[in-house]
């Protein structure tokens, strides 16, 4: 059985991805630092479970991550653990710097000092796979879709440290060897995504029968990915990728953000009707823009697609369907979240709190 070293796994990529790869028979070890988007909840399933290890801890730990990758020898280490939303990192860059650039150096100089120490086989074998975003390539106009080509422009605090980690990790390669691989996939949205993101605070607030804020206009334009497909989409890169090379990972779901809040709306309205029957488009408000907000985002996965055999299974309108019914179906996970219980939670040797 593999063993795999996750960061980030109590979050919302990670988390699934920790969920499909134990299923999938992979051991794990999570490093996870628990911040406000950490969620132990999400990893309930594995209590107790023997493919799972969960300990809490920073990427930024050099000693930690030494002694858990001499202790499990893991064959791969994908690193998901970042700070991850834009909002917050315009009020608060510094955190975002912290962790994914700072942080990310950190947990590549252990990587590094670990892999050179193995045996042929095992040094041969091994792979970092670090997680990125299509954020790092800037804005685009009408037209076009980044490639792995595109120069990187980011525009926010949080697309210019995730910028600098990809920068990181590209060099590692080149000056030092590592093998590493790197994904820039675009926005996800399913099941355990934290709510202060677009998909899940539009679901929450339109069951409350709050106002539904939308930036600017609302006709920002991103592209949609269902987690479970970007879960495969790094599974195939790990077990396939060229080493050294970047993989764009999209949903070919490109979509207006006023028009991802009318679907939810609609998908509401059919399956909860408010009380007194009337649409809950009613309750959008267009609010001040972000500033800084990157007018569109598209993505090229060809590269991806010809030379790995990815593509996304889940469509756009069969994926936002199913994370509605998760959200009204996982009530008690979102309510834990919503009243702050979910940071006293526990997770093996973990705590939370
Ligand atoms: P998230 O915010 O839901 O989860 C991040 C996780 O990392 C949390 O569990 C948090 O506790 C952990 N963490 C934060 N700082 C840490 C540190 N210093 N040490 C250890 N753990 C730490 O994020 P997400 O949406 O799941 O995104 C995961 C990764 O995927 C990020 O690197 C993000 O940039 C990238 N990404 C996200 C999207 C998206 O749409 N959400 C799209 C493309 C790429």
Redesign the pocket.
Known sequence: MQTWLV??G?????GNFVLSAVAAGVRIVN?????Y??NPDTLKALDGHAQHVFVR????DAALVARLLAEHRPAAIVN??????VDRSIDGPAAFVQ?NVV?TLALLEAVRDHWRTLPDGERDAFRFLH????EVYGSLGESGAFTEETPYAPNSPYSAS?AASDHLVRAFHHTYGLPVLTTN????YGPYQ?PE?LIPLIILKALAGDALPVYGDGRNVRDWLYVSDHCAAIRRVLEAGRIGETYNVGGDAERMNIDVVKTICALLDARRPRGDGQPREAQIRFVADRPGHDRRYAIDASKLKRELGWAPEVAFEEGIARTVDWYLAHEDWTQRVLDGSYRLERIGQGVAA
């Open positions: 960061t980030g109590a979050g919302f990529i990670g490093l996870d630092a628990l911040t988007a950490g801890g920073d990427i930024g998901f653990a970042a700070e991850s939303h962790t942080g997680v990125s975003t299509d995730k996939c675009s926005n996800n934290f993101k």
